[in-house]
């Protein structure tokens, strides 16, 4: 019976002091391109990763706009996960920044007695996203990152055309001219664009002046917005 005892509580001892960060933790599936290129900026061995939590996920969009990529998630629940455990996943992957959403799994847990609620167990769902730096955005003349029209917005604004913002850099042109998130382009300059053929009408007309126009639709109101490319 003796002999049983070792596994048991080696096991027991594992699942007590087994970091769930570390457990549950998956990389991108574009970690491999991002590892070999040179303008991925990594944690530094004295450096101290910065690890936030965030109540709105939308706040997710203020990190990606200095330039933050992800590297990995790690998604799971927990009533004893702590601040140190992320530290140290961190510090295993060298992600600079960790943002952690914490989600109470019952609200019918919130007791008044405090002697009750001391010995309750306190589960949240717990999602943490790792990120390393990369600033090769600022490579480009507009500081935008684009995509194709969602079919929502297409049905909204009756069009296949157009673009639609998904990020604006920080302090890149594009910020400087108010361009948002969410808004449309439609043309640069008079010539319509698309995802195909953004990136080559932008540079042709760059080329021909750095002051260019842009149409764009935010909820649904044209607007023009003069732009000055590059940094």
């Known amino acids: 019976m003796k002999f049983l005892l070792v596994p048991i509580l080696f096991f027991v001892f594992q699942s007590v002091f087994a970091n769930p960060y570390t457990e549950n933790f998956q990389f991108d599936y574009e970690y491999?391109?991002?590892?070999?290129?040179?303008?991925?900026?990594?944690?530094k061995t004295n450096e101290t990763p910065k690890i936030?939590?965030?109540?709105?996920?939308?706040?997710?969009?203020?990190?990606?706009?200095?330039?933050?990529?992800?590297?990995?998630?790690?998604?799971?629940?927990?009533?004893a996960a702590s601040e140190q455990q992320v530290i140290e996943q961190a510090k295993k992957v060298k992600a600079k920044l960790v943002l952690v959403q914490k989600q109470l799994l019952d609200q019918s847990l919130?007791?008044?007695?405090?002697?009750?609620?001391?010995?309750?167990?306190?589960?949240?769902?717990?999602?943490?996203?790792?990120?390393?730096?990369?600033?090769s955005y600022k490579q480009g003349s507009l500081g935008v990152s684009v995509g194709e029209l969602s079919q929502e917005l297409t049905r909204k604004y009756q069009r296949n055309t157009g673009v639609v913002v998904f990020l604006v850099y920080k302090n890149s042109p594009a910020y400087r001219a108010n361009l948002l998130?969410?808004?449309?382009?439609?043309?640069?300059?008079?010539?319509?664009?698309?995802?195909d053929n953004f990136l080559t009408v932008l540079n042709e007309e760059k080329s021909k002046s750095n002051n260019v126009i842009f149409s764009i639709l935010r909820d649904g109101v044209d607007k023009k917005i003069p732009i000055t490319l590059g940094w």
């Open 32 to 43: 491999s391109d991002i590892k070999l290129d040179p303008n991925t900026q990594f944690l």
């Open 110 to 135: 919130e007791l008044k007695n405090v002697s009750e609620r001391s010995t309750k167990q306190w589960f949240y769902n717990i999602e943490s996203i790792f990120f390393v730096k990369d600033e």
């Open 181 to 195: 998130r969410n808004d449309v382009i439609t043309k640069i300059n008079s010539r319509d664009v698309w995802k």
């Open 52 to 79: 936030l939590y965030l109540d709105n996920s939308e706040d997710i969009y203020d990190y990606l706009s200095e330039g933050y990529i992800s590297i990995g998630s790690a998604n799971f629940v927990s009533n």
